[in-house]
């Protein structure tokens, strides 16, 4: 029962890193009160009510940082009190949506850590903690940090069996 328990929670875990890969070929598109651009660092700020959006991925910050290299987005960073985010992945039926204070995508890694009172839902389930990270490219979650981790894993057939 153990065994299968866990199987559940890391295939539970596992589901929101396969977000659309049709995201990631659509333009991007920011709105923020207010912008700087600076070419020499190639690195863009918003400021001011952010909100970005990109295929399903929908994400507001306060404050977004979006760190350029030659091949396009190295990096983005979105802080704010929190920031927040939902995406859906191919073939669900639910989003999955998260918060967290600070929120890093590094697009060379696939990798996406949520930092400071981290949440992550996908449907009813729950995860919860200082940190969450997941790669999606390896459908590979973590949740850690300095206290507790909390998971909340519903039956899929909604009837507690």
Request: charged fraction near 25%.
């Amino acid at each position: 029962m153990r065994h299968k328990a866990c199987l559940l929670l890391l295939a539970a875990i596992a589901l929101p890193a396969a977000a659309l890969e049709s995201d990631r070929q659509q333009p991007i598109h920011i709105q923020a009160d207010r912008v700087l651009v600076d070419e020499a660092h190639k690195i863009s700020t918003y400021t001011g009510n952010v909100v970005l959006t990109q295929g399903t991925l929908h994400v507001t910050a306060e404050r977004v940082e979006v760190h350029r290299a030659e091949k396009g987005i190295q990096q983005l960073i979105a802080t704010g009190a929190p920031v927040t985010f939902r995406q859906r992945p191919d073939g669900a039926e639910d989003d999955v949506r998260g918060k967290a204070n600070r929120v890093e995508y590094y697009a060379d890694k696939a990798l996406v850590d949520l930092i400071g009172e981290a949440h992550l839902w996908q449907g009813r389930d729950e995860f919860s903690g200082p940190r969450i990270s997941y790669e999606s490219d390896k459908n590979r979650v973590r949740a850690a940090g300095d206290g507790r981790v909390r998971a909340i894993i519903h039956p899929q057939n909604g009837k507690g069996q």
